[in-house]
């Protein structure tokens, strides 16, 4: 199972960006996923879920900014964060669980002006 994250980069506060996850090795389509963050100096946290089914669920800090979504025929998951904060700045990773978890490398979210 291979989870590659790409998307992140430097962003104005109120900009957005769009991170994305491809994933090989699993079949996609019937994988919950997830993305978590780890901001510095701080836990891991999870950021937003999406069942198979696509339903899907935020955390506090994330609702009404970010969405969640998947195309299972390209395998991808993705977040969509609109007006970022200086306090989403972290590292975002992708999870999903097959038999046991399994995260992505990480691609690294700074927004600062």
């Excluded at 979504?69 to 700045?89: F, G, H, I, W």
């Amino acid at each position: 199972v291979q989870l590659q994250a790409s998307g992140g980069g430097l962003v104005q506060p109120g900009g957005s960006l769009r991170l994305s996850c491809a994933a090989s090795g699993i079949r996609f389509s019937i994988n919950e996923m997830r993305w978590y963050r780890q901001g510095p100096g701080k836990q891991r946290e999870l950021v937003a879920t999406i069942t198979s089914g696509g339903v899907t669920d935020y955390a506090v800090s994330a609702k009404g900014r970010f969405t969640i979504s998947r195309d299972n025929a390209r395998n991808t998951v993705y977040l969509q964060m609109n007006n970022l904060k200086p306090e989403d700045t972290a590292v975002y990773y992708c999870y999903t669980i097959l038999g046991r978890p399994f995260w992505g490398q990480g691609t690294l979210v700074t927004v600062s002006s």
